[in-house]
T-cell receptor, first 113, second 117 residues
Framework: AQSVTQLDSQVPVFEEAPVELRCNYS??????LFWYVQYPNQGLQLLLKYLSGSTLVKGINGFEAEFNKSQTSFHLRKPSVHISDTAEYFC???????????FGQGTTLQVKP | GAVVSQHPSWVICKSGTSVKIECRSLDFQATTMFWYRQFPKQSLMLMATSNEGSKATYEQGVEKDKFLINHASLTLSTLTVTSAHPEDSSFYICSARDEGPTNLKQYFGPGTRLTVT
């Protein structure tokens, strides 16, 4: 069965500092990986996705993630965060044999001035 | 980009009554829609997969007789919470998949907050 683990429930960081949100997955078959962001009182928005090809994926708002098959990870990074990046971030996976999008527990990114 | 709408955005109902939530894909056809449930400060839990013209597939532990799903057209899926109880209070989010080739684009509605009193 596929699963997603986000290792940090909360990540506090100062404005303009770099940030990494960690995500590990488990699946015995090929996977497609996603990062979504949920701003307060809003719906989910896709940040980026990995389907195939280059393991470094660039998304919106300056975020990027790297697919590492050997470590079964898909960590999200941003070199310099803004106050407006404060939100809940979800890593998600679709495995090839289920077609279901399964979410991790979520990480709250708190950007401080 | 594609838009998925939900109605209502929030609803309060009394214990024992039923509530219907609509999910519509506004500018694309979705043969597959998904219903998720999100408790405060928690992740989205997949409840069921809704396929147009056929019965929904429910995740383990989700009562199909309590959470009725109907996917009557390629742009509309409904979730009916029957005989609602306070423990059903939650944030319900639908999602529609754009089934373009190698697409795997899944769009989310803004969610419906259900409060059962």
């Amino acid at each position: 069965a596929q699963s997603v683990t986000q290792l940090d429930s909360q990540v506090p960081v100062f404005e303009e500092a770099p940030v990494e949100l960690r995500c590990n997955y488990s699946s015995s078959v090929s996977v497609y990986l996603f990062w979504y962001v949920q701003y307060p009182n809003q719906g989910l928005q896709l940040l980026l996705k990995y389907l195939s090809g280059s393991t470094l994926v660039k998304g919106i708002n300056g975020f990027e993630a790297e697919f590492n098959k050997s470590q079964t990870s898909f960590h999200l990074r941003k070199p310099s965060v803004h106050i407006s990046d404060t939100a809940e971030y979800f890593c998600a996976v679709i495995s090839g044999n289920t077609g279901k999008l399964i979410f991790g527990q979520g990480t709250t990114l708190q950007v401080k001035p | 980009g594609a838009v998925v709408s939900q109605h209502p955005s929030w609803v309060i109902c009394k214990s024992g009554t039923s509530v219907k939530i609509e999910c519509r894909s506004l500018d694309f056809q979705a043969t597959t829609m998904f219903w998720y449930r999100q408790f405060p400060k928690q992740s989205l839990m997949l409840m069921a997969t809704s396929n147009e013209g056929s019965k929904a597939t429910y995740e383990q532990g989700v009562e199909k007789d309590k959470f009725l799903i109907n996917h009557a057209s390629l742009t509309l899926s409904t979730l009916t919470v029957t005989s609602a109880h306070p423990e059903d209070s939650s944030f319900y989010i639908c999602s529609a998949r754009d089934e373009g080739p190698t697409n795997l684009k899944q769009y989310f509605g803004p969610g419906t907050r259900l409060t059962v009193t």
